[in-house]
C-alpha cells in the first residue's frame, strides 16, 4: 500500500495543518470542507500556517510555493475523495456528525481509500461500522501546531489491518511526525492518558488550598528537570479547554473539589485569565515567571 494522494476532511485548526504539513512533505493533498466559504477562508489560514514554517523552521518560499502548488480544493466529497489513498478526518469532536461523515464518505469513496479519524477523545471503534471498511479505518492523531509539535499517536481498532496500521505508521514518519503506534485503543491516547491526570492533580492540590500554583510548577520542575510545570501546561492548553473538560467531570461525578476546581478556572476566565492565548493565565505572558533564571531559587 503506498500513499501518495492525501484528502483532508475538516479545514479548522488541525485540518489545515495536518493539510500543509503532508503537502510540504511532497503529497498531493486534497483539502475538503462543508462550502466553497470556508474553503476560501482556509487559504487564509494557509497563509498563516506557511509564516510560521518560515519562523520556526526556516522554510524556503520554493518549498512553501512547492507544497502551495500540491493543494487542492473541494466542497464536493466524491471529487475530494476520486483518487485518495488516505483519508484524514479533522471535523467536528462530534459523533453524530462525524458517523453521518462516515456513512456519507464509505458511499463515494475508492475502495483503495484508508480512513484515518484525528480524534482528540473518541474511539475509532465508535465509528468503524459507519466506515464500511472497518479494516481500513484507524486514529491518526497529531498535537496542535504539527510542524512544532510533531508527534503522532496511531491507534486502529480491534478490526484494523496490521498491513494499514503499519502503512500509516510510515506515512507519519514521511511527513516528518514523530510515530507513536498504540497496541490497542486507549480513550485519550498515551499523551492525554498522561497528561489529564497530572494537571488534575495539580488543579486540586491548587483548588484544596495545599499550595499555590508556582509552588506546585516549582516542586514539579525542580524535581524532575521538566521545562514547565502543570500550570504553565495548563496555560498553554488554555483555560477555556481545562474549563470544559472540568465542568464535564463534575456533571458526571459530582464531588466538592471538583466543584471548586471549575469555580476557580471560570473565575480566572471571567478575569480574562485564559492562558497563553490571552496573555495572561496563571502566568503572564510573553515572558512568564517560570521562565525567569530566578524562578527555582
Ligand atoms: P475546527 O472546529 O477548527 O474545524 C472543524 C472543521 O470541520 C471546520 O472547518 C468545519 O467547517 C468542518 N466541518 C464541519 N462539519 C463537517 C463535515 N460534515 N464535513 C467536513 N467538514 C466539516 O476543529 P479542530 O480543532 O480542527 O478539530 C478537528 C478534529 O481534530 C476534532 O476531532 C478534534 O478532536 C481533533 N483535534 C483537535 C486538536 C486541537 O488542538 N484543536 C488537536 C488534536 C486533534
Do not use: C
Not at 463515494?108 to 480512513?115: G, L, N, R
Not at 472540568?246 to 456533571?251: P, S
Amino acid at each position: 500500500m503506498s500513499i501518495k494522494n492525501v484528502t483532508v476532511a475538516g479545514s479548522g485548526v488541525l485540518g489545515a495543518q495536518i493539510a500543509l504539513q503532508s503537502a510540504y512533505h511532497g503529497f498531493n493533498v486534497t483539502v475538503y470542507d462543508i462550502s466553497d466559504d470556508i474553503l476560501t477562508r482556509a487559504k487564509a489560514t494557509f497563509e498563516r500556517i506557511a509564516e510560521a514554517y518560515r519562523s520556526d523552521l526556516r522554510a524556503s518560499q520554493a518549498s512553501i510555493d512547492a507544497a502551495f502548488a500540491r493543494l487542492s480544493y473541494s466542497a464536493d466529497l466524491a471529487t475530494a475523495v476520486q483518487d485518495a489513498d488516505l483519508l484524514i478526518e479533522a471535523i467536528p469532536e462530534n459523533p453524530a456528525i462525524k458517523t453521518e461523515f462516515y456513512q456519507k464518505l464509505a458511499a463515494v469513496a475508492p475502495e483503495k481509500t484508508i480512513f484515518a479519524t484525528n480524534t482528540s477523545t473518541l474511539l475509532p471503534s465508535m465509528f468503524a461500522a459507519a466506515t464500511g471498511r472497518p479494516e481500513k479505518f484507524l486514529a491518526l492523531h497529531f498535537a496542535n501546531e504539527i510542524w512544532k509539535h510533531n508527534t503522532a499517536e496511531i491507534m486502529g481498532h480491534a478490526e484494523t489491518d496490521k498491513a494499514v496500521f503499519d502503512t500509516i505508521v510510515a506515512f507519519a514518519k514521511d511527513i516528518g511526525m514523530i510515530a507513536l503506534p498504540l497496541h490497542k485503543e486507549q480513550p485519550a491516547y498515551i499523551l492525554n492518558s498522561l497528561l489529564v491526570p497530572l494537571l488534575s492533580a495539580a488543579s486540586a492540590l491548587w483548588a484544596n488550598g495545599v499550595a499555590d500554583p508556582e509552588t506546585i510548577d516549582k516542586t514539579w520542575m525542580a524535581a524532575t528537570g521538566a521545562p514547565t510545570g502543570p500550570f504553565g501546561m495548563l496555560d498553554v492548553v488554555g483555560l477555556t479547554t481545562a474549563y470544559n473538560i472540568n465542568k464535564m467531570a463534575a456533571e458526571a461525578h459530582p464531588d466538592p473539589l471538583k466543584l471548586k476546581i471549575v469555580e476557580l478556572l471560570k473565575g480566572m476566565i471571567d478575569e480574562g485569565k485564559s492562558g497563553v492565548a490571552s496573555g495572561k493565565g496563571f502566568y503572564t505572558y510573553p515572558d512568564p515567571a517560570y521562565k525567569a533564571p530566578d524562578f527555582l531559587k
